[in-house]
């Protein structure tokens, strides 16, 4: 430590913040799945990330950056639900269990199920495709207006003439 840096040198910080950039989607998925409240998992994807700053010298070089990560995001998880569980409950801990994983695993499916999402994505019409973008990645509101999904005039008229709104 220098300066009171908890990274090794420069050129070690800048590989460090590159891993860590890289894999904040993969945590933030991971802990979604966990959590499944977003300003949750916001929260402890932030504590994540601490974390994983101050442990920067603890990391082997050499080793999977990505199930270490994961290991620290599901210690931070755990620590989440046992401060939040005193004021609720969402599941009990053998769901819990049956969610998580080991993190090598969970490296692992989520390498393997976001290029089939891609692909996916690609086969929809551009409006679908917009359409799921902005309720997943963009977090839209689950009750759309009629107008935000651009649906075309007559299914507009339909839904609208039925009394529903999405």
Not at 75 to 88: I, L, Y
Request: aromatic residues 8%; positive net charge; contains cysteine.
């Amino acid at each position: 430590m220098t300066n009171g840096n908890t990274f090794k040198n420069d050129e070690a910080d800048e590989d460090f913040a590159l891993k860590i950039a890289e894999i904040q989607p993969r945590l933030y998925g991971f802990i979604l799945k966990r959590l499944v409240d977003r300003d949750q998992t916001l929260e402890v994807l932030q504590r994540t990330n601490l974390v994983l700053c101050r442990k920067a010298t603890e990391f082997q070089s050499g080793s999977s950056f990505p199930a270490w990560a994961f290991t620290i995001a599901k210690f931070q998880v755990m620590a989440w639900r046992k401060a939040e569980g005193r004021s609720k409950l969402l599941f009990t801990d053998q769901v819990y269990e049956l969610i998580d994983r080991a993190p090598a695993v969970e490296v692992d499916a989520v390498d393997v199920r976001i290029p089939i999402l891609r692909q996916c994505l690609e086969k929809l019409r551009s409006i679908d495709r917009s359409l799921v973008q902005s309720r997943y990645r963009d977090d839209l509101s689950r009750s759309f207006d009629v107008d935000q999904c651009r649906l075309p005039i007559v299914v507009a008229q339909i839904m609208r003439s039925s009394g529903r709104s999405g």
